[in-house]
């Protein structure tokens, strides 16, 4: 019995609880629980299966009196709105529950002062933090940098700091859009969701999984992949839109045909703006493919486009789990002195439908 019990009393299942329903001890128990290894395949099944049965809930409190941790890890990022950041948010709290870990989710907002505070205060409350690397300038660098904590970037940040970081591959995955494009015989691309002002010039900004940090790699991989096929950059063609709005996507590109540039496919830095584009194309009379293939970034519209849109998966969910199985490892003690830190790119897939001329069901 879980939550339940007789005549209103709620009884809590105990470790001892599912120990017996397995036929097993509670250290057994324990070793599942903790995801210890040396624990038979077939003894582990059982004692899954009890803690199912019985609705067993691992006592976070409890285990962190006794080891010292809270069971708890912090996601920092600037804004829950964008669906890029609510998918990051969502695949972090399916990994992080993987471990039987809580997630304690913080929104900062563009203010500098709620950064520094939730860079000063998360640590007292969890064991570890994931933070948007898109967060980080100098101070918050500064901050970071006298953290005694273990953390995580979600991203790649333009400043130098000591600790891991998970990124999507913003860039190639951008490129990798564009060849499919120019493969399909498009030559006058648009790119939709550009910061404002453009890439600058050198190199790219901070590459960050939630919206604003990646868009100037994106736009980097976009030149590059023109660039490399000896397809003119034309600078009509760069788009400034603000991340995860369709209605910024269909005016950017409302704005475009209002030029008389010619345009014949439409490469949006994330699905939200690619949506937004295809009705700006439609109500321009506009037809997609046949007049103008459109693509997205984050494949995360394929069911509420139409036409289906093709897009690039950026690999979310390999993100979330390589940055908390990282931040597990420096929580159970690999410091930097030990291990130094580390930079991972999650694998990135094209999916083409039929938004360029691909399957018409997606």
Known sequence: ???????????AVTMRDVARRARVSSKTVSNVVNRRPHVHESTRARVEQAIRELGYRPNLSARGLRSGRTGVVGLVLPDLRPPAAAALADAVLTAAREHDLAVVVSRTGADPRSRAGVLAGEPHRTDGLLLAAELLG?????????????????????????VDQVAPADAAAAAAAVRHLLDVGR?????????VG?????????????GRGGAGARVLGYRRALEDAGVPVDPRLVLPARDGDPRAGAAAVAALLATGAPVDAVLALD???????????????????????????GDLAPGWARPALSSVDLGLDDVARTAVAMLLERVGGAGPGQVPPRRHEAPFRVVVRASTGGPAGG
């Open 271 to 297: 699905d939200a703006l690619a949506v937004g584009a295809l009705h700006a194309l439609a109500d321009g009379g506009l037809r997609v493919p046949d007049d103008v293939a459109v693509m997205g970034l």
């Open 198 to 210: 453009g890439a600058p010039a050198g190199g790219a900004p901070a590459d960050g999984p939630t």
């Open 187 to 195: 030559r006058r691309v648009a790119v939709v969701g550009a910061p």
């Open 138 to 162: 100098a101070p918050e660098r500064a901050l970071l940098d006298g953290v005694d904590h273990p953390v995580v970037l979600l991203g790649r940040a333009d400043v130098v700091v000591a």
């Open 1 to 11: 019995m879980g939550a339940g019990g007789r005549r209103g009393v709620v009884v």
